[in-house]
């Protein structure tokens, strides 16, 4: 992978944290009520949904790692605070594999525990980057339903 490429795949990851916290912020104007109302999509509602976004980064991750897969529950993780400290502790994880040398993943595969089928590192770690992307969007129109303004997606002029 061309050097340049991997500081992308960082500075994507950076923007998903960065939103993700901004996230988290806009989320303490809610009820732990509206956190947890069923809403049409997604994961269904809008903790669980920001749970799901940590969770999947995080297996990903480790399995691109080749490291055992930490499976995570919601049910331990039901407050806007616990949701917000696994991403974290999570992140921290992360950012340690990021900072190592990603041009080795270029030409390698992986087979994660919960997937039978052979995949590209690289290919995982785009997913894991859209994948955030969508949800985040899923959580902007579940804002606009409560009549919330939701946090900027937008990548320009973010200090990452």
């Not at 303490?28 to 940590?54: A, S, Y």
Request: glycine content about 4%; charged content about 20%.
């Amino acid at each position: 992978m061309i050097a340049w490429r991997a500081i992308c795949l960082i500075d994507f990851f950076k923007y998903n944290w960065t939103v993700r916290d901004e996230w988290f912020t806009w989320c303490k104007q809610l009820t732990p009520e509206q956190l947890l109302m069923t809403r049409t999509g997604g994961i269904g509602n809008i903790l669980h949904t920001l749970f799901h976004i940590v969770e999947v980064e995080y297996s990903w991750n480790r399995a691109i790692q080749e490291k055992e897969d930490s499976v995570l529950q919601f049910d331990d993780y039901h407050t806007l605070e616990k949701v917000k400290q696994l991403s974290y502790s999570c992140r921290n994880e992360i950012t340690g594999f990021l900072q190592s040398d990603l041009t080795k993943l270029e030409n390698e595969t992986v087979i994660a525990a919960w997937d039978n089928t052979e995949l590209s590192k690289v290919d995982i770690l785009h997913h894991v980057i859209i994948h955030e992307i969508h949800h985040i969007g899923q959580l902007s129109i579940w804002a606009r339903e409560l009549n919330l303004e939701p946090v900027s997606a937008s990548f320009i002029n973010r200090t990452l």
